[in-house]
């Protein structure tokens, strides 16, 4: 067991280590006369929640600030999942920020009951003359994971962030547009009060390292130690911080020596090799093979912006000119610990956890052929794919969105809208089709209403179909994917079978497939 001079991932308070410059980022825009409402990005492990720790330290402790109070909420743990929720945690969390400086208005805040945001805006607006209030939203990735934070939210919180009281900072994996899972709430001016630029926490370059020996560690390096030490890390936080923990362990004295890297390295492998495959899932599966192939052959060119900022980011590799090079010694260790994946599918798909873990891959290439893709239902796809193999219900909540984008998608092309011809009314009721279609002349069909619409449509029992467009085939798949999207609503608790949730997300590539194919038939006419 070694003693860290540097803990890793700790509960505890961390010490923020380097980062200068981007404190003084982030003190600058929060500052100004008129202060920027500013995004943190950074993958994970970078420090995003250090580095605000230590924002908020300076702010309360270290004076000459032109904030009072600083909330730092932590969305990652006790995530609300509704709006009303989200706005009564927000509520009782500004009072406990606030309550020393302004305990009455701490008081009102803790009394609110269901006019959370009324009450919110209240205690700012008269804020508003006296100070102003810094809230951070760290984890903002994870409230945003859900589609059922609405529009509404969002805008409230425009409102809220008007008063010159309240300055807003968000801490996410991802920028705000990236993370927006609700087609509707994209809609929303709130994420237009945010810098378009955000401030982005990578790995630390070379100079920044060097600070780090200089400050922290104070040893000296033999020529080609220090390369060594940048080599294998490329500056990801947590590698190169265990590295060292290995080396200012060591028994020996004078300079560290080239070896001796290399050495402690191998060593800090077993306790960073989590660390390293949680940043490797993080990956889609096409930056993943960029990866391998920058592996394999040490520089890979014109690599598209995704995954050039996923890979860098991360420690991965490094950028150079147009062109990523240098990948990581400690990512080859952890590729060569894997099972060879461009051999047999029986080593792909032969065990569970390898076919969690590769079937992701599947169905990304799936989604790659489909052409013309509606960019909604892309995004749904996209998104909900993120979220296998560590998500699954989260995964299953985002169905319902896929099912009522296509929903909307074949009235618009069936019907031009939600408002169905005269004259099929006539059609059915001579067919024999049931009453209940007749109701749809005045109120337009919800909920799985829409199915028995779809169906009769396309041709159901007794009735020849009055479909221009959509077939049979997008009809059977929307009926099977539609129970997994009220399932993916009301869960309660119930959990879905990995493998169950790979197969609705199948499904669902298949069913936008198969819409796709119906709409390119009028699209080439």
Not at 456 to 480: E, F, I, M, W, Y
Request: hydrophobic share 35%.
């Amino acid at each position: 067991m070694i003693t860290r001079r540097f803990p890793i991932l700790g509960t505890g308070n961390i010490e923020l280590v380097g980062r200068s410059s981007l404190l003084d980022e982030i003190l600058s825009a929060i500052t100004k006369t008129v202060p920027d409402h500013i995004q943190v990005v950074g993958p994970r492990f970078a420090g995003k929640t250090v580095l605000l720790n230590r924002l908020k330290d300076i702010i309360i402790h270290e004076g000459n600030s032109v904030y009072s109070s600083v909330l730092l909420w932590d969305l990652g743990h006790g995530t609300p999942c509704e709006d009303k929720e989200f706005l009564s945690q927000f509520a009782k969390n500004l009072a406990d920020a606030i309550c020393d400086k302004f305990p009455d208005y701490a008081s009102h805040l803790r009394e609110s009951r269901g006019t959370f945001q009324q009450d919110i805006a209240e205690v700012l607006e008269l804020l508003n003359d006296e100070t102003k209030i810094l809230v951070i939203f760290d984890g903002f990735d994870k409230a945003l994971s859900s589609d059922k934070l609405t529009r509404n939210l969002w805008d409230q919180l425009r409102e809220l962030a008007q008063n010159k009281s309240l300055t807003l900072i968000t801490a996410s994996r991802k920028t705000l547009r990236e993370l927006i899972r609700n087609p509707d709430a994209q809609t929303s001016d709130f994420w237009n009060i945010f810098l378009s630029t955000p401030i982005r926490i990578n790995c630390f370059d070379e100079n920044e390292i060097s600070e780090i020996l200089t400050n922290h560690c104070q040893v000296e390096f033999d020529k080609g130690a220090l390369t060594e030490l940048f080599s294998s890390t490329n500056g990801n936080p947590v590698l190169l911080f265990e590295v060292l923990n290995h080396l200012l362990d060591r028994q020996g004295q004078g300079a560290i020596s080239h070896s001796e890297v290399q050495d402690a390295v191998t060593k800090s492998f077993e306790s960073n090799q989590n660390c390293i495959a949680d940043l490797w899932n993080d990956c889609s599966p096409s930056t993943q093979d960029t990866v391998r192939l920058l592996v394999e052959e040490n520089q890979v060119d014109r690599v598209c912006q995704n995954d050039e900022i996923s890979i860098t980011e991360k420690g991965f590799a490094r950028k150079s000119n147009n062109r990523l090079v240098k990948p990581s010694h400690l990512v080859k260790m952890y590729l060569s610990t894997l099972e060879n994946e461009s051999s047999a599918i029986d080593r792909l798909f032969k065990m569970p956890d390898s076919f969690t873990q590769n079937f992701n891959g599947v169905i990304a290439k799936r989604i790659e052929q489909i052409r013309d893709i509606d960019p909604t239902l892309s995004r749904y796809l996209q998104r909900s794919l993120e979220d296998l193999p560590n998500h699954p219900d989260v995964c299953l909540s985002g169905i319902r969105g896929i099912i009522d984008q296509c929903f909307d998608i074949i009235w618009n092309v069936e019907f031009g809208g939600k408002s169905i011809p005269d004259g099929h009314f006539d059609i059915w009721r001579h067919q024999g089709e049931g009453r209940d279609l007749q109701d749809f002349k005045t109120s337009f069909p919800q909920g799985a209403k829409r199915i028995r619409l779809l169906k009769v449509l396309t041709g159901h029992d007794q009735s020849d179909p009055l479909a221009k467009v959509v077939s049979r085939s997008t009809c059977v798949a929307l009926n099977a994917l539609y129970p997994y999207g009220d399932f993916g609503q009301h869960q309660e608790g119930e959990n879905m079978n990995l493998q169950m949730v790979y197969s609705a997300m199948l499904l669902a590539v298949e069913l936008v497939a198969s819409l796709q194919t119906d709409i390119s038939k009028i699209q080439g006419l």
